[in-house]
């Protein structure tokens, strides 16, 4: 029953969110078109990428491969399309399983 009540909360919260990135699209889209007319598809996916991969690489304590995981991707794709954002990659400083430092990614 509790599990039942938790998923329904669930169903209504993403419901309410897909309300809101719908109503925020048009004005998006909107200013876009305004900014960079040939651009509009490229630009309005990068504003909704950047803080999506941030995110995940915030729930994931900085760790690519969980991150990647978590959004279905390949680590190196996320790799790319972090750099393509221009979005920072956490640095490691603990050491590697071979000794040596990791070395930072940019």
Do not use: W
Not at 6 to 22: H, N, P, V, W
Not at 33 to 47: K, N
């Amino acid at each position: 029953m509790a599990e039942e009540h938790d998923r329904s909360e669930c169903l209504a919260t993403l419901g309410a969110l897909t309300r809101l990135i719908t109503n925020a699209v048009p004005p998006l889209i909107d200013q876009l078109a305004t900014s960079r007319p040939r651009s509009v598809y490229r630009d309005a996916l990068e504003f909704f990428e950047r803080p999506l991969l941030a995110h995940a690489l915030e729930l994931t304590g900085g760790n690519q491969l969980r991150a990647a995981r978590l959004l279905g991707l390949n680590r190196n794709t996320l790799r790319k399309r972090c750099r393509k954002l221009r979005l920072t990659l956490p640095r490691r400083s603990e050491r590697t399983s071979a000794g040596r430092t990791a070395t930072p990614i940019t």
